[in-house]
């Protein structure tokens, strides 16, 4: 029988979207990488949203743990499990937190920035349980445990990269997300509207000082992570609007980690 369970975002960033998934990520302390579970029984049955609890967050954590939610909902919109119901929250979400991750970032005290990052980690973290993730997830989990750096950080390095690999797919979904960013889409061709997506994308984890250097990388390393990434996270690759073979989820790690 399921307990009750009541969440309070107590020591939640604003990013996981936690308080409304089935999810929940642990690291395995053997295999040294991080696996999902997920489950109805770990859906909370009242949740107690309140930013003002996330005031006091770094900004680092802000930032990364914002740009997870980001990545929730971009690729919930356009993975092949996006439907009309998940699809309103994902649009939103990459509204708001397009719109005032800068800000929480800069200034940790900006209540406005912080209840809208809030509201766009929950509508996340909503458009997840209507919908699902994808390959940025996907490659994320080996790096995080590879590297042990946050869930955050694993998707923010990935996040452009994957994107740019998965335009080509949904083009039309992409022009949909630039509309959304405040992206110029009148007078352009459909290809510089998409690769505008890509940059901004890439503009917004820059502008919110995540920098992505300082790995130690080796060929071997990028086949151990892509044989992991392929071999363990099917149920995430499934759901990528276009499909990541090895050598795909090999280029990626190496564009992503060797520039
Ligand atoms: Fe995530």
Redesign the pocket.
């Known amino acids: 029988m399921k307990r009750p369970i009541i969440a309070i975002t107590i020591g939640d960033p604003s ?2 979207g936690a308080e409304v998934t089935p999810n929940a990520v642990v690291k395995d302390p053997v295999e040294g990488w991080k696996k999902g579970i997920v489950s109805s029984f770990l859906i909370p049955d009242k949740v107690i949203l309140d930013p003002e609890l996330t005031l006091s967050l770094p900004p680092k954590i802000t930032a990364e743990t914002g740009i ?2 980001f ?2 909902a971009i690729e919930c919109f356009i993975c092949n499990k996006s439907n009309l119901m998940s699809d309103l929250f994902a649009l939103d979400s990459i509204r708001l937190i397009n719109n005032y991750l800068r800000r929480a970032v800069k200034n940790g005290n900006d209540k406005e920035a912080r209840y809208y990052m809030a509201i766009g980690s929950l509508y996340g973290g909503i458009a997840i349980t209507n919908s699902g ?1 994808g390959g940025v ?1 996907a490659l ?1 989990y080996p790096l995080g445990g590879k590297y042990n750096i946050s ?2 950080l694993s ?1 923010s390095i990935l996040l452009a990269d994957v994107m740019e690999f998965n335009a080509k797919a949904v083009p039309e979904k992409f022009i949909k997300v630039a509309e959304i960013m405040g992206i110029e889409t009148t007078n352009f061709p459909k290809e510089k509207v998409v690769e505008s997506v890509v940059d901004e994308i890439r503009k917004l984890v820059k502008d919110v000082g995540i920098t992505i250097e300082g790995f130690e990388v080796s060929e071997k390393v990028l086949d151990n992570l892509a044989t992991l990434a392929i071999s363990e996270q099917q149920r995430l690759l499934e759901n990528n609007p276009r499909p990541i073979l090895y050598e795909d989820a090999r280029q990626i790690y190496k564009n992503v980690l060797f520039n």
């Open positions: 990013g996981t997870d939610a990545t929730h993730t997830h994320a869930h955050g998707n």
